[in-house]
C-alpha cells in the first residue's frame, strides 16, 4: 500500500492505494489553518554560571519553545561530544521537552579537565531517546 500527497492551491488529496490502481480511493481532504504565526527566540545560550563549585555544577540556561525537544551534550575538544551528566551522580541527562520559555538544566564538569563545552541541540521527535 502506497501513500501519495498530490496538491493543487489549498487542496490536498491522499491516496491510499496500491500504486498500480492510483486513484482508485481518492479522498478529497481540505485543509485550512488560521492563527498567527509564532517566531522561535534566537536559540543560544543565554546564561551560564558557577553554582557548586564542589561539586563541579553549572547552570545553563536558554530559551525554548513548549513542543520542542532539546540535548544538552558536552565536549572538552568541540570535536567529539557526548551527553551532558547531571550533578552531583554523574548520571547522563536525557532529551528534554521544557515546559516554559526558558529551560535552566545544572550540568556537571569533568574533574579532569580544565576546559570544557556545552551545546543545546534541538532534536526531532524521533530523535529522541532516554
Known amino acids: 500500500m502506497a501513500f501519495h500527497r498530490v496538491s493543487a492551491a489549498n487542496d490536498f488529496l491522499l ?4 500504486a498500480s490502481q492510483w486513484g482508485a480511493y481518492v479522498l478529497p481532504v481540505s485543509i485550512f489553518i488560521s492563527g498567527a504565526e509564532v517566531e522561535a527566540p534566537e536559540f543560544k545560550i543565554t546564561n551560564h554560571e558557577l553554582v557548586n563549585e564542589t561539586a563541579r555544577a553549572w547552570s545553563l540556561t536558554w530559551p525554548s519553545v513548549i513542543g520542542e525537544f532539546y540535548r544538552v551534550e558536552t565536549s572538552t575538544d568541540l570535536v567529539n561530544w557526548a551527553r ?3 550533578p552531583p551522580s554523574g548520571e547522563e541527562i536525557g532529551d528534554l521537552a521544557p515546559s516554559g520559555d526558558i529551560t535552566a538544566l545544572e550540568v556537571q564538569a569533568e574533574a579532569s579537565n580544565t576546559r570544557q563545552f556545552w551545546r543545546i541541540k534541538r532534536i526531532e521527535p524521533w530523535e529522541i531517546t532516554p
Open 84 to 86: 551532558a551528566k547531571k
Open 15 to 18: 491516496a491510499a492505494c496500491p
